[in-house]
């Protein structure tokens, strides 16, 4: 075996990121953690969060209290919220993407760190 060559190697990578990216966009309101991630995709969980911190340098993910969502999901629920007058709170983000709590509170947080409220 030789070396690899550098472009499919970056070619694979990006390959990789575009999965996880999606990955993560399809889960929308409720992501998985990165080790789920790692069951459902069949890669390491250090190459999840590689990918994962990747992407938060992209914008096209972001890191809140422990859970990851993808920019777009945030974006949709900014959308939404659109609907409601402010201070928006938990259990209306919650009631609104059918998820617990835990993730509504997340995303309340992501979303001020995004400056969209």
Avoid at 22 to 29: C, E, I, L, S, V
Avoid at 43 to 69: K, T
């Amino acid at each position: 075996m030789g070396k690899m060559n550098p472009v499919s190697r970056a070619q694979r990578r990006e390959a990789f990121y575009r999965r996880v990216v999606d990955f993560y966009r399809q889960a929308g309101y409720a992501p998985p953690s990165p080790q789920e991630a790692s069951r459902a995709l069949g890669a390491p969980p250090d190459a999840i969060r590689a990918m994962l911190n990747w992407g938060i340098e992209r914008g096209e993910i972001v890191e809140s209290e422990g859970l990851y969502f993808a920019t777009d999901a945030l974006r949709q629920l900014h959308a939404q919220l659109q609907n409601l007058t402010p201070p928006y709170k938990v259990q209306q983000v919650r009631d609104l993407t059918g998820t617990s709590r835990r993730y509504a509170h997340a995303m309340l947080t992501a979303l001020r760190q995004l400056g969209y409220i």
